[in-house]
């Protein structure tokens, strides 16, 4: 198989300019081609290992790499795949990230005379006289293209610095340098950098009227379409001082099924008939056929008489059997008898269509999980198979609720959640479509397992509540929703960082009317700790000596945590990356919501005491009355509230309702809080609280969500 062949055969290709004269350079060891790498850290990480693996392949056929460090692109920052600006880094600190990229690239990567070489286009960059760039290159380049450009559409939404404007044609001046200079007549990179690329076969061929090509790789992404190579802990490096090799190890350890093989396959060097033989249920080996055939059972009956299969291919019918000098191609689906590898039906449209199966009589399982609807096969890039559950609108949603919330909810609470799972599921394509859905069944989207947990109650709020949305201004809202608040809501442009109309934060005053499991809740960091964790999520900071809330929303919650180390120098971040930064799977810990406070400080939140879950609350306890067991109404004299809930009696105080904070060792942090989730949208124990006051669903759906109508 020629080097080109199996690229495609692994999955790696995403997009090229000319296929078939890449293909000849790259066959026939022709191509000269440079690979990028921005020095943003001082570590390569995971989704740098791809592009040096693709490097080495191309180098073992015969072909030349160069390796091009960004020290003048790094001045500016990379807009692709960005929704705010790249922070910027000193001369100095550019220079040392250069300097760690080049160690760990000669461990994967030959360099040398005619072999690969190491470029840094701070070498012909940082020399440029703006005048003279607009001059020679500045007419090559079309704004109202540039602005098209995918790589800067989510830039766009919150405004797209002029500096970032300028990388494309950086990028561009790089392969139109090294085209002149050093003979390089190919880029490849990520698939997010195909606009960039353009610019450069385009400047090329505007300014010397030749040609030069261009080659994206596939983006490394798990089977829910998210980017690989990253925790909630942060990237996965390379550096073994910022990824121990366990945690490396781990990270690949508790890849997905669904990734498995088309990790082996991208990402290791494995012949591709080892990996085939990996493929669950055996292989089907070589084979031979005869056909087409007019029809389906015509197949059959053909592969029956050879002891074969009948296969649909590329919009035809044949009959195929075991034998002959055939090989199945990547996108091959083959539907066998589970613990076999004997075959009863093979798919294969080369990605263009997807095996669809409709399961007879009802529903059908999967891995334990009873589903309606159909299922959907797609091989998308010769990788792991993926399933999708083609399932209507309302069974969908039935297969959230026993999951999002569960069965012996009041029903008010279930048609709120029903209404909120229907309207998300209809306005949110976030996965990619290449992937054939547009949820997956995760908490990062909604909890989906189908219909195994359903119960008689959750399956009537959704009949009830039939086709019911929630809408703002005319359109779907993006319904999102939390377990609970801790007190108060918040509002989408204080978590998230863009304003949305209906999703304002409030002061809850339902939650404390009941009993929430977990409500309360309290962990400790030692400075070491807090540090590593920073550190690992790729914050540049020391030893962490002290941390604290330095603003807080008008309801109270946390908006921007400062973490100063012991040089003095600081760290602030906002939004919901106050909890997310210490967020760590290493020492199992977090900070569970937006309503929290450090070591005790408490100042800013909203303070009062709510009385009988009204909405109104008091500021102290001066003049209050209390109504004791025996129904004796006296003031109250004490200094130390204390309230009755389902589970015995709890402290409170008055900032935020919750368990008075635990005290702080000498030098850690000790972080309390209320609630569980982002605070955005609906509380579902908000939900709860409220429905067993006697409120509607829409009772709830308006209080949780501003100035909208359902229907």
């Known amino acids: 198989m020629e080097i080109y062949e199996e690229l495609k055969a692994r999955g790696l290709i995403a997009q090229v300019t000319d296929e078939e004269e890449i293909r000849e350079l790259v066959n026939n060891g022709k191509a000269v081609f440079y690979i990028g790498f921005d020095p943003t850290a001082d570590s390569l990480h995971v989704g740098h290992f791809m592009a040096l693996c693709l490097m080495k392949r191309l180098q073992m056929a015969g072909n030349r790499p160069i390796a091009l460090i960004g020290g003048g692109t790094g001045m500016i920052g990379d807009p692709s795949g960005r929704t705010d600006m790249r922070q910027m880094m000193t001369p100095e600190m550019i220079q040392h990230n250069c300097d760690c990229f080049k160690k760990q690239m000669k461990r994967f990567i030959e360099f040398g005379e005619d072999k690969a070489m190491m470029l840094n286009n701070a070498e012909w960059l940082l020399k440029l006289n703006y005048v003279e760039l607009l001059r020679e ?161 015509e197949a059959s009956s053909a592969a029956a008489a050879n002891g074969g299969w009948p296969a649909y291919i590329g919009g035809q019918f044949y009959a195929r059997w075991s034998g002959g000098g055939n090989s199945h191609t990547s996108t091959s689906v083959a539907v066998t008898v589970t613990g076999s590898s004997g075959a009863l039906f093979e798919f294969d449209c080369q990605g263009l269509y997807k095996l669809g199966v409709l399961p007879v009589g009802g529903p059908t399982w999967f891995k334990g999980y009873r589903y309606a609807g159909g299922f959907e096969y797609p091989r998308v890039t010769g990788g792991g198979l993926y399933v999708v559950n083609v399932v209507s609108l309302e069974d969908y949603v039935k297969g959230v609720l026993p999951y999002e919330l569960g069965t012996g909810w009041p029903m008010a609470a279930l048609e709120a959640q029903a209404v909120c799972a229907r309207t998300y599921a209809s306005v949110t394509t976030k996965h990619l479509s290449a992937y054939g859905f547009d949820m997956c069944n995760t908490t990062d989207c909604q909890v989906y397992n189908g219909v195994n947990a359903s119960g008689t109650d959750t399956d009537a709020a959704v009949d009830a509540t039939a086709g019911e949305c929630v809408r703002y201004q005319g359109a779907l809202a993006e ?41 309360s809740y309290a962990v400790t960091y030692s400075p070491s700790e807090l540090t590593w964790v920073l550190q690992k999520s790729g914050y540049s900071i020391g030893t962490v000596k002290n941390a604290y809330v330095s603003e807080r929303t008008p309801t109270g919650n946390v908006c921007k945590v400062t973490f100063v180390d012991t040089t003095g120098k600081s760290l602030t971040v906002k939004g919901e990356t106050c909890r997310m930064a210490f967020y760590s799977t290493t020492y199992g810990k977090n900070v569970k919501s937006m309503r929290f406070c450090i070591n005790g400080d408490n100042s800013g939140m909203t303070a009062g005491y709510y009385v009988n879950g009204s909405g109104s609350s008091i500021s102290s306890l001066s003049g209050a009355y209390t109504v004791s067991g025996t129904g004796t109404v006296a003031s109250y004299t004490g200094s130390a509230p204390y309230a009755v809930t389902s589970s015995g009696t709890e402290a409170l105080n008055a900032s935020s309702g919750a368990s008075t904070a635990a005290t702080a060792s000498p030098g850690s942090f000790v972080i309390t809080g209320t609630g569980n989730g982002h605070n955005v949208g609906m509380s579902q124990y908000g939900a709860l609280a409220m429905a067993k006051q006697g409120s509607s669903y829409r009772d709830i759906l308006n209080f949780y969500y501003t100035d909208i109508t359902i229907g």
């Open 137 to 297: 290159v500045g007419a090559c380049f079309s704004v109202n293209n540039m602005l098209r450009a995918e790589c800067y559409k989510q830039r766009m939404e919150k405004g797209l610095s002029f500096l970032e404007f300028n990388y494309m044609i950086m990028q561009s001046y790089d392969f139109y340098h090294m085209f002149q200079t050093v003979g390089c007549n190919m880029q490849f990179g990520g698939d997010d950098q195909w606009s960039n690329m353009l610019g450069g076969t385009e400047l090329i061929r505007k300014k010397l009227g030749k040609d030069a090509y261009a080659m994206t790789i596939t983006l490394l992404l798990n089977s829910e379409g998210k980017k690989m190579g990253k925790t909630a802990s942060g990237a996965v490096w390379l550096d073994p001082t910022k990824t121990s090799p366990f945690d490396f190890y781990q990270y690949w350890r508790n890849t997905g099924d669904a990734d498995v093989l088309k990790c082996i396959r991208m990402l290791t060097f494995l012949p591709l008939e080892e990996i085939d033989a990996m493929v669950p249920g055996g292989d089907l080996g070589s084979f031979d056929q005869s056909g087409p055939y007019n029809s389906f059972d």
């Open 479 to 519: 319904t999102v929703y939390h377990s609970s608040d801790g007190g108060a809501t918040e509002s989408a442009e204080n978590v998230w960082g863009k304003a949305v109309g209906y999703l304002i934060g409030k002061a809850d005053p339902y939650e404390a009317t009941i009993s929430i499991p977990n409500y």
